[in-house]
């Protein structure tokens, strides 16, 4: 996901491949459920092919971030996105918060494009990206 997809995640491909499989594996175990965050993947004959996650918005009550969300190529197209993020709204509207939101790079249409098929709108809200602060990225909303 990292290699492919680097802009999407806040850290390098570098700084997770240098922590220990045992902290990936304890980081991934804590994320898999609960009420404030959760992770969802898609796998395929034993290999991952797609993963979003949510995390109760801080400081922000009936919001869900959506975040690390990522379709293998291969599977872009398939349906699988809006399955992933289906599980998404699903856990977020069980635990009281109905409304979405997730960033995207600016000038990635695409994937600004598969959003707004998903339901999602612009908000005009721009923020600096994380790691690489000369890039904006722009908030996205939907109702789970």
Known sequence: ?????????????????????????ARVAGMASGHR????????????????????????????VVF????????????????????VAAWSSAAGRGELHLEVVVGNNRAVRAYERLGFVDTGVRVPHPIVPALRELEMRRAT
């Open 1 to 25: 996901m990292l290699a492919d997809s680097p802009l999407a995640f806040l850290e390098t491909l570098a700084d997770a491949a240098a922590r220990p499989h045992a902290e990936v594996a």
């Open 37 to 64: 965050s959760a992770a969802f993947i898609a796998e395929v004959d034993g290999r991952i092919v797609g993963h979003a996650g949510g995390q109760a918005a801080y400081g922000r009550p009936g919001v869900t």
């Open 68 to 87: 690390a969300v990522y379709v293998t190529p291969s599977w872009r197209g398939s349906g699988l996105l809006a399955a992933l993020i289906d599980e």
